[in-house]
């Protein structure tokens, strides 16, 4: 079964449009190779016999002083309905990042 989240982390800090770029990058990195380690997909989700999971990830444009906005898209197949943990998510992209977000999720519905 196929299952589809959105996950949005926002900065707490606010950077200048000469930063945006560098942190933004650096954040979508990290967070890419999060959400490849397929140790932290299986903890992430509450799914039986995950058979794959695909991420594609987009900055919010930087209109000047402020937070930095990342969406990412998270496809997942396995045999039952992949559940994403939101405090799980949330502990581990805190470990993964050097900077503090807020996370929010929202599922599709497929």
């Known amino acids: 079964m196929k299952s ?26 990290q967070l890419e190779a999060m959400l490849t380690d397929s140790e ?14 695909h991420t594609e990830c987009e900055v919010q444009p930087c209109t000047g002083v402020g937070p930095i906005v990342v969406k990412a898209l998270i496809t997942t197949e396995a045999e039952e309905k992949a559940s994403l943990d939101k405090n799980k998510l949330t502990q581990a992209v ?10 929010q999720k929202r599922e599709f519905q497929m």
């Open 40 to 53: 932290c997909v299986l903890t992430i989700f509450n799914a039986t016999n995950m058979q794959s999971s």
């Open 4 to 29: 589809q989240y959105a996950v949005i982390l926002t900065t707490t800090k606010s950077f200048t449009p000469s930063e945006h770029e560098e942190v933004a990058v650096c954040i979508v990195e």
């Open 94 to 103: 805190r470990n993964a990042l050097d900077y503090t977000v807020k996370v």
